[in-house]
């Protein structure tokens, strides 16, 4: 399947609720009048894109209107995807090649953390890459068995401990064991933890020191897992992990799970952190690069 298909069949629902939703709008006239932008900024709340988001995009269309003189159908529908697209910003996932990378998962509970990292150790891992997964969320021991049969599934070494061991002496005996085997990709999952849970997040930050300090030359993604679904608390917790750890980029989990996937434009407006994966289904392939004119254009209905 191309990826533009891979797009708009996770977009499904969001599509749908969007293209249902304007053709309601704009099915008596063909053109909008003020009470239709007000409608429109509504659904445009409604699939999670976001007040702020929401606001700034109807302003534009308006603004168009207003020095354009054209308020058709097609014509605000362009100036939307324009206007959303100018809200994000994507960033490929790139190894530095002939040293040790680093990606480092956190979240809260549910977001996907380990099956992201599973999926990036099986794309990789095809790519022919030397990887390796470090199972730091000692808290559950599900998350521990979860990783290691994804290990054996892809052939991918999982360094471990026992459940309740200090997640930053799993990641300290991941980093020695990936320079020993000159692992080129070191993927760590750790433990799903509220964003209000200041020892929790100060555990984290522990986690990164231990990654500056033993792999000072590494190059290291600190990658937020963020489910859909959750809606507007996903820009609550983008927002406190940034400011304990400093993410440095995005994945946006279960955009098929439903009609919210503008939370993607959300986040990105509200935290100005660029989006590098987006989970459009349980496939292995389902966990695609964020491509942010790919995800306006199946995000969208046509004009």
């Not at 959303?84 to 977001?111: R, Y």
């Not at 599934?153 to 930053?168: C, F, W």
């Not at 940034?242 to 989990?253: D, F, P, T």
Request: glycine share 6%.
């Amino acid at each position: 399947m191309a990826i533009f298909d891979k797009f708009k069949q996770g977009l499904s629902k969001t599509r749908d609720f969007f293209t249902n939703q304007m053709t309601r709008i704009a099915a008596e006239f063909g053109s909008y009048d003020e009470d239709m932008l007000d409608e429109l900024e509504m659904t445009l709340v409604a699939a999670d894109c976001g007040l702020p988001a929401a606001a700034e995009a109807i302003d534009s269309i308006r603004e168009h209107i207003r020095t354009s003189g054209d308020a058709s159908h097609a014509s605000v529908i362009s100036v939307l995807r324009e206007k959303l697209l100018s809200m994000l910003e994507d960033k490929k996932l790139m190894l530095a090649p002939g040293e040790l990378n680093i990606f480092l998962m956190v979240g809260v509970n549910g977001t996907g953390k380990t099956t992201t990292a599973a999926k990036l150790a099986h794309r990789y891992k095809s790519e022919g890459h030397r990887v390796m997964m470090a199972a730091a969320d000692t808290f559950r021991a599900a998350a521990i068995e979860q990783l290691k049969e994804w290990g054996e599934r892809t052939d991918t070494p999982v360094i471990s401990h026992e459940i309740g061991s200090d997640p930053a002496a799993v990641v300290f005996d991941a980093i020695q064991s990936a320079k020993a085997r000159k692992t080129e990709l070191l993927i760590v999952d750790t433990a799903g933890r509220l964003h209000t849970k200041k020892n929790l997040m100060d555990e984290l930050a522990k986690i990164k020191r231990v990654i500056q300090r033993e792999a000072p030359d590494a190059k290291v993604e600190t990658l937020l897992v963020l489910d859909a679904t959750t809606g507007q608390n996903a820009v609550i917790q983008a927002r406190a992990f940034h400011e304990a750890i400093e993410v440095s980029g995005l994945v946006i989990s279960k955009l098929d799970g439903n009609a919210k996937g503008g939370v993607a434009v959300a986040v990105a407006k509200e935290t100005g952190l660029p989006l590098v994966l987006a989970g459009l289904g349980e496939q292995a392939d389902d966990l695609q690069d964020f491509d942010k004119k790919l995800f306006i254009e199946a995000l969208l209905p046509s004009a």
